[in-house]
């Protein structure tokens, strides 16, 4: 099924439940409510749940041959961290992709043209990173938030191909949207979920749980991250992945897998 008809099947399985449950709701008040919030769960499942992947296709893994994973970065660029981040991947002759946000491209696209320089990919990452309610934006508002990242990355001399929502929260418009844009949506295999309990040494062991060719590695940069594991936690993630023996590469788009 294309995401589109998902799309439109989810919101008349929805509508559809409302209006069952307001014929039954006197005679069968159990059955009104689970026809009124059933469909609501299954939106939510397709709207928040990263694995999910009904609404968009939002790749989790690469096909390869090699022993090596993707490293991606979201939140930048950041004036302290990215410059660090950029010695950090030289000295371990590693690769990666920045997922960056508009806004903050906007203020430092000089560190733009310093990452891609340095033979890295920058991605989208929506302009403002509207985490609260991005999830029931309307088809403008994700367009403008494409439109308005694209024109600053643009500005400062990258063309993305690649997007990531804030937090892995997708949009019943959100493949439309992308399609028309030439972006492709990536997700993850694992993170490092740095707002959670635990310091740098807990980050990088989650970022690297479960590790395997083709895993895609999520961590952050940029003052939303607690102040001891900024740099700190994607550093050890390096040590970890030289330790095993892994590479950190950028796969080409023929790679990308569920
Ligand atoms: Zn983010």
Redesign the pocket.
């Known amino acids: 099924m294309t995401h589109s008809r998902c799309v439109w099947l989810l919101i008349i399985i929805n509508l559809a439940g409302k209006l069952a449950a307001i014929l039954v709701v006197w005679s069968a008040p159990a059955a009104a409510l689970a026809f009124w919030f059933g469909p609501d769960a299954l939106l939510a499942y397709h709207l928040f749940v990263p694995q999910a992947q009904g609404l968009v296709r939002m790749h989790r893994r690469f096909a390869t041959s090699r022993r090596e994973v993707w490293l991606t970065i979201?939140?930048g660029p950041d004036p302290e961290d990215t410059p660090r981040i950029l010695e950090l991947l030289a000295e371990h002759g590693a690769h990666a992709t920045f997922?960056v946000?508009g806004q903050n491209v906007a203020l430092h696209p000089g560190i733009i043209r310093a990452v891609a320089a340095a033979g890295h990919e920058v991605a989208h990452?929506?302009h403002t990173?509207p985490?609260a309610f991005f999830w029931c934006a309307p088809p403008a508002r994700v367009g403008r938030e494409l439109d308005a990242g694209l024109e600053a990355l643009r500005a400062a001399g990258v063309h993305p191909t690649r997007f990531?929502p804030?937090?892995g929260i997708k949009n019943l418009w959100l493949a439309a949207a992308l399609r028309a844009r030439g972006l492709t949506c990536v997700g993850w295999s694992a993170r490092g979920l740095e707002r959670r309990r635990g310091d740098a040494e807990a980050v990088a062991g989650r970022a690297t749980r479960g590790l395997a060719p083709g895993a895609i590695l999520l961590l952050?940069e940029g003052p939303?991250v607690p102040g001891p594991i900024r740099v700190e936690a994607i550093r050890r993630v390096l040590e970890r992945l030289h330790d095993q023996g892994y590479q950190c590469a950028v796969p080409g788009p023929d790679q990308l897998v569920a």
Do not use: G, K, Y
Request: glycine share 0%.
């Open positions: 979201d939140d997922f946000i990452h929506t990173h985490l990531r804030p937090a952050h939303r």
